[in-house]
Each structure stands twice: as C-alpha cells, then as structure tokens.
C-alpha cells in the first residue's frame, strides 16, 4: 500500500503562470487535505475534500486558488497567475472514513520566479 | 482566534530525556497531535491525545490536560535520528476536520 503521493516534488513557474499540484491518497482514503508551509512557519490548512466534495475551504485564499477531488484520479490544488509569495512547500494529507489520524505526502515544493 | 505556542528551538544529549512543551487557545477541541518532520520531509504522526492524561508509545510520551490547554511530548533514550521538527496540532472541530498547527518544535540532539 503506497503512502501518499505528490507529483511533483518540485515545481517552478515564472510570475503569471499557473502551478497544477497533484496528489494521490493512500488506497481506500476518502479524505484529502492540502496544507501550505512557508519556510520558518507552521503548516497552514487551506482545503478539505471528499470525492467530488468540498467540504471546508476557510483556509484557502479567495482568489487564483482552487482545488478539487473528482470521482477518478487525484486531487489537484490549482494557483492561477502565481506570484513569487505563493513559493512555499504545499503539502497533502489523507486518511479513511473515521479515522483521526491523517498520513502525509512528501510534499511539493513551488518556486516561482 | 485560534493560537498554539511551543519553543522554536531546543537543543539535548543523545542518551538524555526531552520534553516539548505546548500550549493552545482554540475555539473548540477535539484532539492533539503530534508530528515530527525531518527537514525537507513529510511530517509523520506520532501521537494522538483526545481525553486527558498520559499515552505512551515505546520512547514516546504524549500528555494532556484539557483544562489547561495544554500538552507535552517527552522523548526518552534520545538518539541522533531524534533530531527533527516536532509539531503540536489541534483539531477545533468534527471528528476529521483539518488541523491547527503550531510552527513546530527544532530539536537538536547532541552526541
């Protein structure tokens, strides 16, 4: 059973283009987390989705961001027009139905330039 | 407003016992966790405490006290590969809802 995966470990978009983040959750978990970690801070929630469900997006900014979990394939977090302040370490959490605790990816880490 | 504190830095001996001490103001509770993250690494669960007092998991302790808003993780027989970023994390609502993360703990072990 792999672990979560992220893809790509690495990103870098020049200011203007668009960062796509991918992440596959654990086999049999339904619920995915992306978080962002800028260097020297804590990680910050941004989104919570079920399958083809949004469930809490308080932490995500209101423009340029999205995310989705549809019915096949993975979660995709989305940044629009990147700035060189969306630079930071995005990472994907996952876990099953009815458990606490959440399983991390290796995360991605996006360079813009 | 929702806060968690814990010391950015603390340095301790290979062999020796750690305490990382946390403490939280959160609109609502429902859990604490612990993570260590090595660096450039993805955090790994350690530790998940919803009720007060003691759980311990081999060289790993995590505590409680509700009352207190408060939590320390104690790591005994230290070892080198200790040295990470340990993370206090408060979840304020639901049973799965996301996490509240302190900015983490940076703990060097010393031979």
């Known amino acids: 059973n792999a672990g979560v995966m992220q893809n790509p470990r690495h990103l870098v978009r020049r200011r203007g283009q668009e960062a796509r983040l991918r992440c596959s959750p654990m086999?049999?978990?339904?619920?995915v987390y992306w978080y962002r970690q800028l260097p020297e801070e804590g990680l910050k929630f941004m989104v919570y989705?079920?399958?083809?469900?949004?469930?809490?997006e308080s932490g995500m900014p209101k423009e340029r961001f999205s995310a989705e979990f549809p019915k096949e394939g993975p979660s995709i977090l989305r940044i629009q027009q990147v700035v060189r302040g969306d630079s930071a370490a995005y990472f994907c959490?996952?876990?099953?139905?009815?458990?606490?605790?959440?399983?991390f990816g290796q995360g991605t880490r996006l360079t813009v330039v | 407003g929702q806060n968690i504190d814990q010391p950015t830095e603390m340095t301790a001996t290979e062999g020796a016992i750690v305490q990382i001490n946390c403490t939280y103001q959160?609109?609502?509770?429902?859990?604490l966790f612990w993570y260590q993250q090595h660096a450039g690494e993805a955090p790994t669960f350690l530790s998940y405490?919803?009720?007060?007092g003691l759980e311990e998991k081999g060289r790993f302790s995590s505590f409680l006290s509700r009352s207190k808003g408060y939590s320390y993780l104690l790591l005994k027989e230290l070892q080198m590969k200790d040295s990470a970023s340990y993370l206090c994390?408060?979840?304020?609502?639901?049973?799965?809802?996301?996490?509240?993360f302190g900015k983490g703990t940076k703990l060097s072990v010393k031979p």
């Open positions: 959490a996952s876990s099953p139905q009815g458990s606490a605790e959440a399983f």
């Open positions: 405490n919803v009720l007060d």
């Open positions: 959160t609109s609502g509770f429902n859990g």
């Open positions: 994390a408060v979840r304020v609502r639901g049973s799965q809802g996301n996490l509240i």
């Open positions: 989705l079920q399958k083809e469900n949004i469930i809490d």
């Open positions: 086999k049999g978990h339904s619920h």
